[in-house]
């Protein structure tokens, strides 16, 4: 099992910056790609950003040049950066892990709401 807690949502104003944070504990070395999601009141959940264990990553079109993902293997912590943050970023982030050799994102975290105000 793995255990995702997020932490670092808040209150900004547009064009202000956050940086969430994803701690992970259990079983790490099971863990290859880490993405964080998110869903705003009634829209469905979607895709942000992803990183595999090797580095690479993806970002969503809606957050090109604005966010980026990192993560620190040492600590094991994923990161989201987010700058220029509009009101339509309003929403709450989840972090996920995947495991080796699978297909599905199978832990997440319980979320911290990001509100951007305008």
């Known amino acids: 099992q793995v255990r995702l807690v997020e932490s670092g949502g808040g209150l900004v104003q547009a064009g202000g910056s956050l940086r969430l944070s994803c701690g992970a504990s259990?079983?790490?070395?099971?863990?290859?790609?880490m993405g964080w999601y998110r869903q705003a009141p009634g829209k469905e959940r979607e895709l942000v950003a992803t990183?595999?264990?090797?580095?690479?990553?993806y970002h969503a079109d809606s957050v090109k040049g604005r966010f980026t993902i990192s993560r620190d293997n040492v600590k094991n912590t994923l990161y989201l950066q987010m700058n220029s943050l509009k009101p339509e970023d309003t929403a709450m982030y989840y972090c996920?892990?995947?495991?080796?050799?699978?297909?599905?994102?199978?832990?997440w975290g319980r979320g911290t709401q990001v509100t951007v105000s305008s």
């Open positions: 996920a892990a995947r495991p080796r050799g699978q297909t599905n994102y199978d832990y």
């Open positions: 259990g079983r790490i070395s099971s863990i290859n790609t």
């Open positions: 990183i595999s264990s090797g580095g690479s990553t």
